[in-house]
T-cell receptor
Framework: GAGVSQTPSNKVTEKGKYVELRCDPISGHTALYWYRQSLGQGPEFLIYFQGTGAADDSGLPNDRFFAVRPEGSVSTLKIQRTERGDSAVYLC????????????FGPGTRLTVL | KQEVTQIPAALSVPEGENLVLNCSFT??????LQWFRQDPGKGLTSLLL?????REQTSGRLNASLDKSSGRSTLYIAASQPGDSATYLCASGGATNKLIFGTGTLLAVQP
């Protein structure tokens, strides 16, 4: 079956611009996660959705970052007034939503802020 | 605050060798421990998940163990192959299902 998909695969933007990153989870997965991975580092947790609601947004670095999942399926990560330090690979994962179950990751979106 | 450390940062072995990758975590109150593989420019592929009540999990040539009391997990790879070359990441799972990752071990298996 289809895995987690993310679009775009690459995004280059200028400092100060607004960007949206999209994630399509595996069909039937109620839990959705966003992580950010900088070069040479492990992924860093950003936010976790259970259905339409954000169950844990403790990893969002500041109020320039926002994520939505209005219908409990597709999610969009929104970054306002991008900064060069936001450059990273943004990874999305989904799971069945059962406690402690396996998370399945998408290929990521590589964001470059010039 | 949970911290996850992986040693070594990089490892190069000849094909056919058995090898062990190490993962340590500071907070033993984890709910599970997961091992992932990441190929260059790609996302993560789940290899093994060990629940906190379990001691080990096996899949093919891979075996992962968990010792909560000592804050350690190991990933054992038997009879390594060049196709095993990748970065291996461990991650601890907590109460809200968020994963805390280590920085990974870059494995190169030489043919």
């Amino acid at each position: 079956g289809a895995g987690v998909s993310q679009t775009p695969s690459n995004k280059v933007t200028e400092k100060g611009k607004y960007v949206e990153l999209r994630c399509d989870p595996i069909s039937g997965h109620t839990a959705l996660y966003w992580y950010r991975q900088s070069l040479g580092q492990g992924p860093e947790f950003l936010i976790y959705f259970q259905g339409t609601g954000a169950a844990d947004d403790s990893g969002l670095p500041n109020d320039r970052f926002f994520a939505v999942r209005p219908e409990g399926s597709v999610s969009t990560l929104k970054i306002q007034r991008t900064e060069r330090g936001d450059s990273a690979v943004y990874l999305c994962a989904s799971s069945l939503g059962l406690y402690g179950d396996t998370q399945y990751f998408g290929p990521g979106t590589r964001l470059t802020v010039l | 605050k949970q911290e996850v450390t992986q040693i070594p940062a990089a490892l190069s072995v000849p094909e056919g060798e058995n090898l062990v990758l190490n993962c340590s975590f500071t907070d033993s109150a984890i709910y599970n421990l997961q091992w992932f593989r990441q190929d260059p420019g790609k996302g993560l592929t789940s290899l093994l998940l060990i629940q906190s009540s379990q001691r080990e999990q096996t899949s093919g040539r891979l075996n992962a163990s968990l010792d909560k009391s000592s804050g350690r997990s190991t990933l054992y790879i038997a009879a390594s192959q060049p196709g095993d070359s990748a970065t291996y990441l461990c991650a601890s799972g907590g109460a809200t299902n968020k994963l805390i990752f280590g920085t990974g071990t870059l494995l190169a298996v030489q043919p």
